[in-house]
């Protein structure tokens, strides 16, 4: 293969997959180019969240289709999983490897590259791919096209935990460590748990063991991650519970900074709460370095209408919400910053309701906002309240404005909170352009985005001191000797 190209859609968890990978085929001498017109193998990992996220896929694929004839284009991940039969009769598409079968992609996206009846080479001092012979494999749900291309999709998901790829800091400074995939909840608006299968935890040694690889390669920040983090464990025959995962990682391995990607609500039990109080302080440019936890929390809200959120069948009413964000900010301190995705017109929402979700946001201290509108997706019930009472358009469309003006200005408020203040911060991989200007881009631990007036290497701890807030509402600051 000369190279390939990886385009990823969808959320961290979905990046994961994508880098793991992306790690395999790199570790099997395999070469990654960052344009796909100059890949010979595209793969587009993509996401099925809404009807959106689906046709950014599909003009991603006639684009790279246009530009590159000759490329053989792989689909993988949920939307892959979820309609396979629309994805196979697109031009250029070579195969379709939904998540059920997602850790086997590497294995055939090297088998595709070759020619008929010739084995995968591989560099002789590199790992070896387990043989190309091992497909195709198993049950169909869609046929594969006339044009030859092929479709590994099937319901059992018995091939879908990525885990063997190693974690190193690299095209990504904070790297995702997936640790939990699938969902077995079963909100009315999502359409996950038909794309990644019920909830399946990595072991707790293999979690340690790629914890320590990622130190011993000299990473600084690891991003724990998952369809549904917070139910790591309960489906491990020990049944452990993910805040005592999240202590063994702090107490036993050497990782500087720690950060928890989304949780939902009810799973910020006490017990994780309390690691935020016990690890969330220690710096990462201390002389004693310490693991600690990024002052960071990500809980989805969906809605702030109890009504709402009974319809979606969240598993908490506005008021736990509200109590869970207050002990985190009691355990954290005042920097933390608090993330959460927010949904605009689920079948039925009224003016009303909208309205307690507007109330709500402002009242609670949030750093910054995921704004989605409702998308109905097949299969789901809401598909079926959307085809009962559906939200118009416009009043949707009005409602994500009213979002994002809100957002924004959470968002301004909160970061202006911190000018003049000093954080702990790491570096990260600079944009060319800002690079040119002799600037760093750079994440604080409390997850405020900021840009260093030096030039510094990537996945360097430094404390920074926040200097202000520039016109487009980016933080500013300089490094602190
Ligand atoms: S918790 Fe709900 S929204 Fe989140 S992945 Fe599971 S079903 Fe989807």
Known sequence: MAGFHIEHFGCRAARADGEAIAASLLAWGQHCVPQSPDADVVIVNTCSVTAEADR????FIRRAHRRNP????VVTGCYAQRAPQELVQMSGVSAVVGNSHKALAPEIILDLTQPPGEPAQPHAELAQPPAADIIPVSSLLAPSSESGARVWVDDRFAHSFLEEAQIVPGAQTRPNLKIQEG??????????PQTRGSSRSLPRAAVLRHVEDFVAAGGNELVLSGINLGSWGRDLPERSSFASLVREILERTRLPRLRLSSIEPMDWDDELIGLMSEFAAAPLSSSRPRSHLAR???LPLQSGSDAILRRMHRRYRPWHYAEKVAALQRAAGPELTLGADVMAGFPGETDAEFGETLAFIRA???GYLHLFPFSPRPGTRGFTLHAERPVPAAAVDERMAELRALAAEKTRTHRSRFIVQEL???TLNTPMALAAQGKTSALTDNFLP?????RLDANRPLRVRITGLDPEGDLVGCAVA
């Open 296 to 298: 960071h929390a990500h």
């Open 424 to 426: 702990e911060a790491i």
């Open 364 to 366: 609670l201290p949030f």
């Open 183 to 192: 969902c077995t909840n079963r909100c009315a608006f999502c359409v996950i």
């Open 450 to 454: 900021l840009e260093i007036h030096s």
């Open 70 to 73: 000759e490329a053989k284009i």
């Open 56 to 59: 950014a896929a599909r003009a």
